[in-house]
């Protein structure tokens, strides 16, 4: 079997072979081929969003994804939140030595249908390879930039009292699904990463009602209730939920409850949080039920005037819980 | 002592502190201040570059710097040798727990002052922590655009025969900072890093001359002799390089002698190749020596219309040596 050394990241003949064989095979496009120290390409005026992530996650390979899958989709649904196309992306690659080339070829084209689908192109990349034990099997970092369109502008500013929140369906899916495969837990197959592009779904909200949509986020790491949290407070609102209209997944909610999460913390990579305003509410949901990863879009909750910097969640037996950041957690690398 | 733990990374309320201790405090900007998931700025008509590089070095501290000065000035570096002006970092932090704050504190302040030296702002960013021994101690990814000025163009296309070649510098220096460090060796003081930012330098050149520079580039891992082969290559030239132009220092020369390594193939941080038409090589070296980091900028050699695709080194002892891309290294995670 066939797998990376470190003379693949020395920058030079052998570098260039795995490029060739690899990154060119699957990212294939005008702006790449060059192979200069970056890209360059034409812009028009206008706001643009640039955004980073680092992927981690371990395992690299689970029920419904792999880290490619993620490194593309996260950094495409980053730019979506900020309102804008996102177009292209960057492809900073750590390998492990000895990652055979086979996951490696799986990961890349991977990425490689992910961008297809997002409508971006990977324009520029880097490949260091370090030494066995110097990092666990493959680490990605992905950036982008994208353009907003006239007329669209998202942040926490925009969020004022009495606005609508929207969640694009259900909770946890992702986190589970990782944990499952981590420990080797036999869970149903209909646990799968919810990790998906989001930019063509956000894009029609965006196109139809864009000036009323106050701010996009998307709940990954510390989950919706860290989110909300961070809303309530940068946008100085106070934040009402209501439990029974947030949609959990019978198998997610068991292997919460056996295993002592709170799908409320949980990381998501393919949803996202609208906060809008009250008029549109309907519509907003209309788009996004037309969509297979908004099917089960949920108007969960409200923007108020009072508890500002709080938010409380109205629990399915009548009390409320006030919700906080995620404070000590068990789930590392998680995405 | 104070130590990155797990729980800094998973996007809740440590994640918040950690961002606000160092984040924020050494990349204070408008930009990076609403933590939004990206960064929102208006930008010209016009065209860009975007590049990205993951910075992995070991040891982290070393002679004349640190990761940190590497992470900000290699990026900006790659726009500078795109022709574009360094406008918007983004950094990606992946931390072993364990590293002490001091040092994730010098490193992160050490970038804040990079940045600063080379007029960029870092605007966006993300912090992953992994378990002991899944990373070792700290990988940086930064990622930049910039824009290019109109009537810059700068790429391989450009390269023609009879066109001059030019070292803005010293070889080897960075490589053998870092090796010394590595294996403690006990060095000189003057072997330093030569890590810097460039764009300063670089844009002087392109604002004087700007037309009449057919490409820019960097030689970092691979070193010089692998970015001629890939210009040679790629340009379809041949390239003749006199050994006695070559500028390399005693001391990195007599490590070379010891250790067995070839000048021509390390890594470089703050020195660049530029190819020029023959009329304005006389201006280019004298911008160049007019800066600290150029003083000791050097005509190497020229391109050609026979040997296309080969580099010739002419010797001092009067023969002709072949330089291929690099091929089999010992020195991994030199940047």
């Known amino acids: 079997m066939e797998r990376v050394r470190l003379v693949h990241g020395n920058g030079g003949r052998f570098s260039h072979e795995l490029t060739e064989r690899f990154i060119l095979k699957y990212f294939t496009n005008d702006l790449l081929a060059p192979l200069h120290d970056g ?121 004022k009292p009495n606005m609508d929140i929207i969640v694009s369906g259900s909770l946890g899916d992702h986190s589970i699904a990782v944990m499952g495969e981590r420990f080797g837990l036999e869970l149903s197959d209909t646990i799968q990463t919810d990790c998906a592009p989001l930019n063509h779904m956000v894009h029609a909200v965006l196109q139809q009602v864009g000036s009323q949509v106050a701010l996009l986020r998307d709940p990954t790491r510390g989950g919706l209730g860290t989110v909300l949290k961070e809303i309530a407070e940068q946008s100085q609102v106070g934040i009402k939920v209501n439990e029974s209209q947030l949609v959990i997944h019978d198998e997610v909610q068991s292997v919460c409850d056996i295993l002592g999460y709170d799908p409320l913390y949980l990381a998501n990579e393919g949803k996202c949080i609208l906060v809008v305003e009250p008029t549109v509410t309907n519509q907003v949901l209309e788009i996004l039920h037309s969509y297979p990863e908004g099917r089960e879009a949920s108007h969960i909750g409200k923007t108020m005037d009072k508890n500002i910097g709080k938010v409380g969640l109205q629990t399915s037996i009548g009390g409320v819980r006030l919700v906080d950041l995620l404070g000590e957690d068990q789930v590392p690398r998680i995405c």
């Open 39 to 159: 890209a360059q390409f034409s812009v028009p005026s206008g706001r643009m969003a640039f955004t980073t992530d680092s992927y981690v996650v371990q395992p690299t390979f689970f029920p419904g994804g792999n880290i490619g899958k993620l490194a593309v989709c996260g950094t495409v649904n980053d730019l979506a939140m900020n309102g804008a196309i996102p177009q292209y992306l960057s492809c900073g690659l750590i390998i492990e030595e000895g990652l055979p080339f086979d996951e490696l070829e799986l990961i890349l084209s991977t990425m490689g249908d992910m961008a297809k689908a997002a409508n971006v192109q990977i324009v520029t990349g880097d490949t260091k390879v370090v030494k066995k034990g110097e990092v666990d099997k493959i680490y990605i970092n992905t950036s982008g930039i994208g353009m907003i369109p006239e007329g669209i502008n998202i942040g926490p500013n925009r969020v």
